[in-house]
């Protein structure tokens, strides 16, 4: 059985579901930004943030922040030990450190201090900052050295008897990601992992191959928490976490969409429909399902099964409530009646 640890009131790991983080995008030294991005993040489902802590003076901001936000922080240290002592000292419940940075001798002390004040330590290796010497132990394979940089602080760890531990290892490449954490998922069992597909870009290719990667390790049973790294707002990361743990039945959050890609067959403008219906997903009980189909070929059908649904028609919109017809819109009344559709309010007088 996989260890469960705690960082604030979130559990990771054991029978947990899988977590969905996100890293502060602004400097700790612009503290009022950072509370409205921890504010931002906690309306997305965001449960973890990893924030950069470059310096131990910064260390009492951190502090400062964590008082006003109920958003768990990582305090995300490199080079420094000392920084990750004074993460520590002024209340982090976590902290990150990364062995491609951050040498073994530093880890004893760190570590006697983390177990004295139950801290949460995350050794999160990444391809890029891997050293020459764990490169060469590895004879240029990325994805070993990886596995090998986590291996020789997590043994030191365990030595130590500490088990608070969550284990990372993050490429961009997709192979190299998968690689990495399945030789760490066999050799540690018992320890949660964090996955990601790492500097993953902007747009539509960050958010595939972060889908791409993080789902070939989850469908092995593999990742306890994630990030999706998005050269984009955190909270976009935080979303698209949640829509690959939706596509994968992991997690359920808002309403689901279902909405056909439409064809010269369209009856609806769905995409106009879409774009009116994807501020109100949120809103709905997780795991409501919507179906907004262009014309009667499959839209009746997949509109039926739905919790919510909406057919395009020769002459406007049939709208579907749990399988049962409300009635036929005319296109341009759904504007107004959408929001009460989806709240539940619509009246039938207003049903054509
Ligand atoms: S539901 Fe109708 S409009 Fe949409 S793709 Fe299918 S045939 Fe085309």
Known sequence: MKRQIKIGNVSIGGNAPVRVESMLKVPLSQKEKCVEQCERLLREGCELARVALPSADLAEV?????ERTSLPLMADVHFDPEIAVAAMKAGCGSIRINPGNMPLRNLTEMTRIAKEREVVIRIGANGGSLSARQLASAEGDRAAALFLAVKEQADLLLEHDFQNIILSAKSSSVGDTVRANTFIAQAYPHLPLHIGVTEAGPGDGGVVKSAVG?????????????????????????????????????????????????????????????????????????????????CEVNGPKEAKGAHLGIAGTPTGAVLFKEGVVLGEYELETLPKILPEFFSGTIKSNQIR
């Open 214 to 294: 993080i789902a070939a390790l989850l469908e092995q049973g593999i990742g306890d928490t994630l990030r999706v790294s998005l050269t984009d707002e955190p909270e976009r990361e935080v979303r698209v976490g949640y829509e690959i743990l939706k596509a994968l039945g992991r997690r359920a959050r808002g309403g689901d969409l279902i909405s056909c890609p439409t064809c010269g067959r369209r009856r609806a403008d769905v995409r106009k429909l879409v774009a009116l219906i994807e501020p109100m997903l949120s809103d709905l009980p997780d795991g409501t399902t919507v179906a907004v189909m262009g």
């Open 62 to 66: 951190l502090a400062w922040l964590n």
